[in-house]
Nanobody
Framework: QVQLVESGGGLVQPGGSLRLSCAAS????????MGWYRQAPGKQRELVAA???????NYADSVKGRFTISRDNAKNMVYLQMNSLKPEDTAVYYC??????????????WGQGTQVTVSS
């Protein structure tokens, strides 16, 4: 099995910054794409940012220019640097990874989520 554990969430004032981290562990053979989703109360879960194994990225329009996704393939980690945060960024943020396990099983794994609250 593979586990994803997020960290770095919290309360921040508008205009502030946070850096989310996600560590993948377990029976990992390889990881393809990794990403971050978020879900605000009463709203559908949405893609925030994604990054391929080769480093290509894509972002939701609402976070372009403010958020940066990156990864460390050697450590099986993905990061989300969030700058110029707005109240509408408040949500639970989930890490995802498209994993090929050593057993041969492949699929998308989700973390448990970390709360980000932007408020004065």
């Amino acid at each position: 099995q593979v586990q994803l554990v997020e960290s770095g969430g919290g309360l921040v004032q508008p205009g502030g910054s946070l850096r989310l981290s996600c560590a993948a562990s377990g029976s990992i053979f390889s990881i393809n794409a990794m990403g971050w989703y978020r879900q605000a109360p009463g709203k559908q879960r949405e893609l925030v940012a994604a990054i391929t194994g080769g480093g290509s990225t894509n972002y939701a329009d609402s976070v372009k220019g403010r958020f940066t996704i990156s990864r460390d393939n050697a450590k099986n980690m993905v990061y989300l640097q969030m700058n110029s945060l707005k109240p509408e960024d408040t949500a639970v943020y989930y890490c995802t990874a498209d994993v090929l396990e050593t057993t041969g099983w492949g699929g998308v794994t989700w973390g448990q989520g970390t709360q980000v609250t932007v408020s004065s």
